[in-house]
């Protein structure tokens, strides 16, 4: 599904299919870049696993997801937050966190949100204004929102939505991407640390609050030319890989996640994927990753337009497809293109249909001069900017 203002053309979905990437490739398409990372623990791991990504082909441990606001990660550095102030599960727990490589040329930070819109993350904007200015931002926010602000937390989620894809679109540079990760399949029983115990009943209309949030949150980034990857379609079938608490994620699942976004960039940016067959002896290959289980039923709300048991994806499906559908697929695209940002002095910048689009210059030091992934980063002589 891609989305377009009313009087643009639509824009042709994702050219690529997954593409498995190798540490050397993951350096080499961000090379030069500042990634911001937004968001609550699955976002975290979402930092953790790109981390080490632009390190060496290794997957997280399991005491690697589960630790939290640690000192140092795989030669990243605690910023702020964590355990340099109190590590609790309230709403005003702070984490930060920040990765620069041996080489100067990767940049990925992460910032933990409580809420899609806050003081807190005016706070963030403003960091990001003064300082070097953000290549690919990726965020998500909605679980703690939906739980634990009050009856009226739906309410007020789609407000703060509308302000954050405001203030983004006022803060990014043009030449930005911005990433609306959708958030994720909830189990039946949800035992998260930010579901407190007194909070518990809420657990049992939580997932179809996700998928209604998922819906406004799509919609409204769409509405704002933003990019949206639907994680929530993505691992509908691979509940296997989520964990017992019904909110968090295995390795192998991160790992998944990561060669969609890096798919998803590579695309928006550009860059010509490298083409080769599965690698046999993965965690994850297709046929074992995802297992359908039909008592996963994320229906959506009848006011919404959604019967039970229909899965969800925000907006028109596009046209049939002759034939019958195997039980258990889905026709539509997973992956919704915000309108362009243009980039004119950016060797990524593709060819966009429709009308005029805003132009900011980008640094030149901070590009990778080739829009081809090769098997070795390029060599650069310049520093980090800032």
Known sequence: ??????????????????VHFQASEVQQLLHNKFVVILGDSIQRAVYKDLVLLLQRDSLLTAAQLKAKGELSFEQDQLVAGGQLGELHNGTQYREVRQFCSGSGHHLVRFYFLTRVYSEYLEGVLEELTYGPAPDLVIINSCLW????????????????????????????????????????????????????????PLAGSLRRDVVEGNFYSATLAGDHCFDVLDLHFHFRHAVQHRHRDGVHWDQHAHRHLSHLLLTHVADAWGVELPKRDYPSGQPFPPHEFFNYNSTEDFSMSSHLGCGPGVNFVPGPLPPPVPGPIPHGQHRGPVVHRGMPRCAPNSPYHVPRMGGPCRQRLRHSDRLIHTNKLDRQPPAHSGTWPG
Do not use: H
């Open 145 to 200: 929102d939906l739980s634990r602000y009050g009856r009226c937390s739906m309410e007020s989620y789609r407000e703060n939505l509308e302000r954050v894809f405001v203030r983004m679109d006022q803060v990014l540079p043009d030449s930005c991407l911005l990433v609306w990760n959708m958030a994720m399949p909830l189990g039946e029983r949800v035992t998260g640390g930010f579901l407190l115990p007194e909070l518990q």
């Open 1 to 18: 599904m891609v989305f377009c203002l009313e009087n643009e053309e639509p824009r042709l979905p994702l050219r690529s299919a997954m």
